[in-house]
């Protein structure tokens, strides 16, 4: 089988890590994949880096244009299914797959979109039928699949534990007294993108209250966002930017958690569904804003703690009672892990992807 994963947007973010993520695994499995993103983007390097074969876009695009380089680059019969995202997306697929007489198209909805396909989506529509592959357990609320579509599918985020030992294994002080020898300095992770920067924010002034009583806590911030510039220099300006640890997208999880006693997520979408799985996973308790995502993985006081608003004395004072109870930390960890293995697990969202894949490749091999 034969699968390209077509991602338009420049920037390495939930939806370019799922699809090159399923990419990579699917070619493990001795399939041919291919995943598509504009020349010399973050999303391009991040996918190579990773070990995914990459179709490279042109710079300036349009969806007509798209469809000309995949079909020009990739085998000259095509292949079996293409997975887009978006609007453009989806017509630069149909378009594909329309000129070459075969192949499928299917369209996922990502965690926590809501879904309304614009002209180039109804255009698409009216070319191939698509398979629409939803993140939650059902479509979105007042949603119905266009006519013409095919019956909609569901693959839920997954990820992959490191299965090691636990982050959080050292002791930390009791309230009220500082340090003693053999104590583990806090550390703090912080999960965002640029799109959330203003909630980053927040959790760099949360940091800066913590350190005034936790002297030696450490946070580290993962996601796009710490390549941000304006967040660098409110550290500075905060005192705390020595204790700062600008991670970005990390290449090894394991790594990047390792001795996190708790992490903030406070992106969108598929970055904050992912960036809540990934610190479960690896035994970490999650703090977050309540939303729709985030409640959608984490349970409020058992995988970890979701707040009304994101006030920074609040998340600081909530922060400072987690800190202080290793037990509690402890627990929500393990319930965290439990939740993966047994709900999210990464084997479960390839499985839907290649079902998907290869019920468009019987779907086009009918039409042909």
Known sequence: MRALFLHGAPAWDGAARV????????????????????????????????????????QRRSARGDAGVVRAQLPRDFVDVVFVHDDREQLAAALA?????????????????????????????????????????SPPTGHAAPS??????????????????????????????????????????????????????????????????????????????????????????????????WVGHAPSLPDALRGVHAGWVVADGDDAALGALDLMAHGVAVLAERSSVAARYVSHGIQGTLMATLDPPLMAAETAMLLSDRDRRLAMGAAGRARVEREFPFRDMLAAFEHAARSARERAGGRA
């Open 19 to 58: 699809f090159a993520s399923v990419a990579r695994a699917l070619a493990e499995r001795g399939h041919e994949t291919w995943f598509a993103a504009p020349a010399g983007s973050e999303a391009s390097a991040q996918a190579v880096q990773r070990g995914t074969r990459l179709l490279a876009l042109p």
């Open 97 to 137: 797959v329309r000129k070459a007489g075969r192949g499928g198209v299917v369209r996922r909805v990502a965690a926590g979109e809501s879904f309304a396909p614009g002209w180039r989506g109804r255009r698409a529509e009216r070319l191939v039928a698509t398979r629409y592959l939803y993140t939650s357990e």
């Open 148 to 245: 013409g579509s095919l019956s909609p599918m569901r693959a839920e985020l997954g990820v992959e534990g490191d299965g090691g030992e636990w982050p959080d294994a050292g002791r930390l002080p009791a309230p009220g007294r500082g340090p003693v020898p053999g104590d583990t300095p806090p550390v703090l992770a912080c999960v965002a993108t640029r799109a959330s920067l203003r909630r980053a924010t927040n959790v760099v002034r949360a940091a800066a209250l913590l350190a005034q009583r936790h002297r030696a806590l450490r946070l580290r911030v993962l996601g796009s966002v710490a390549a941000d510039e304006e967040l660098r220099l409110l550290a500075a300006a905060l005192g705390i930017a020595r204790r700062v640890e």
